[in-house]
């Protein structure tokens, strides 16, 4: 118990110095989730050798405690590593001025296409003197009942590293960018036309898509709610969803991510069902618009999405034929019959990966699939992962 509430008061004084200094501190037990962590969040590895996982590793294993290592970037950023009796300590990447485009890094000035992510990843890190970062440090070390005294700045080796003289580093950053706004365009365009599956998708891709160069502006996971949360909100309002509406959602959702913090565990869960709220919402609101036929449609599909739905049957029980049918649907939705049950069935899954403990095979007789390899294959389709990946990386079980 004492324990515990050491780790607890430390955890409170970093995010309490985190917040009054505006550098990321980091503190953690599993040395190999932290360093892979801020490694991911690095602008290119091939020029920041230190930031390097392994590199990250060797360094901690080198200082040892009653150490603080300073640890130089030759792209002009620095981090603190530490520890502090069993937790690994980080703080940073931080930068001691501004952007000047008259005094670019070597790696940079040699290769102009790295100019604008470049400044994107400077601009996006706060503005601290290491004599402040350090102040910091002391300040945990004290919460945690430690003297200072015992601790000494070390500096270690520098570290060489060659300025590469080709532009191969160039494209992975340049497609990387252009898949991020891509991405994006189709979060918020699913959002638009409420369809939830899709713009799920997307967002997974968002949260697993390489980060070296294209990582958010701000640093704290809090920002990253936010910003994720404005997209969404920003797309169902250009669906022509009411305001009220919309900010009532929005503004619900912030409350709850206030709540977890920076979990990064069940942010995501959060924001896929704030996206399924609104994407509901502006389906009610376009259904208006539909005919008739296609509102009793997806009414059937809605209130029972396992049903054994054919075109020949839904025609003949809606007394039309097939072909007006199936050209009403396409022309007020977009999708094939076919295509919606997916859809439908697909978010009913999900519901029930989400907030269920049920195995994968009873979840896919429930949604209408006896078939759990089939049930598997159209699931990745929707979401680009299995059922049992999709679990596991947003629910934890």
Wanted: proline share 6%; aromatic share 8%.
């Amino acid at each position: 118990m004492k324990n515990e509430q050491s780790r607890r008061k430390l955890s409170d004084t970093a995010e309490a110095l985190s917040f009054y200094t505006g550098v990321r501190i980091r503190l953690e037990k599993d040395f190999l989730t932290l360093l892979e962590s801020f490694s991911r969040e690095s602008f290119l590895q091939e020029l920041q050798p230190l930031y390097t996982r392994d590199a990250l590793l060797d360094t901690a294993r080198s200082i040892g405690p009653g150490r603080i290592r300073v640890i130089p970037d030759p792209l002009g950023t620095r981090t603190l590593l530490f520890f502090i009796r069993r937790e690994m300590i980080l703080i940073g990447p931080y930068v001691e001025s501004e952007f000047d485009s008259e005094k670019l890094p070597d790696a940079i000035a040699v290769n102009p296409d790295l100019l604008a992510p470049f400044r994107l990843y400077r601009s996006g890190l706060p503005i601290c003197s290491t004599e402040e970062a350090l102040r910091a440090a002391r300040t945990l070390i004290v919460s945690a009942g430690l003297s200072t005294e015992k601790y000494e700045l070390w500096a270690g080796e520098s570290v060489s590293y060659e300025v590469p003289d080709r532009k191969d580093a160039v494209i992975p950053l340049s497609v990387l960018t252009e898949q991020r706004y891509r991405i994006e365009h189709e979060l918020t365009g699913c959002i638009e036309r409420g369809d939830a599956a899709g713009a799920k998708k997307a967002l997974q891709q968002m949260l697993t898509a390489p980060r070296e160069g294209l990582r958010l502006s701000l640093w704290s996971a809090e920002s990253s709610q936010a910003i994720m949360r404005t997209i969404v909100r920003l797309a169902a309002a250009r669906s022509g969803l009411a305001p009220m509406i919309v900010d009532a959602i929005s503004q619900e959702y912030a409350q709850r991510m206030k709540q977890i913090g920076s979990d990064p565990y069940k942010t995501p869960p959060l924001l896929e069902r704030m996206i399924e709220e609104l994407c509901l919402e502006i389906r009610k609101m376009k259904i208006q618009n539909y005919s008739q036929l296609t509102q009793k449609v997806l009414y059937y599909i809605g209130a029972s999405p396992a049903s054994p739905y054919t075109l020949p049957g839904l025609a003949a029980q809606l007394g039309v034929s097939e072909s007006t049918l199936s050209h009403r649907l396409k022309e007020d939705t977009g999708r094939t019959l076919s295509d919606l049950v997916r859809q439908e069935r697909g978010r009913a899954a999900v519901r029930l990966l989400l907030e269920t403990s049920l195995p994968i095979q009873e979840i896919s007789a429930q949604v209408g699939y006896p078939d759990n390899n089939y049930f598997v294959k159209v699931f990745r389709s929707l979401y680009g992962a299995t059922p049992s990946e999709f679990r596991k990386r947003f629910s934890g079980r």
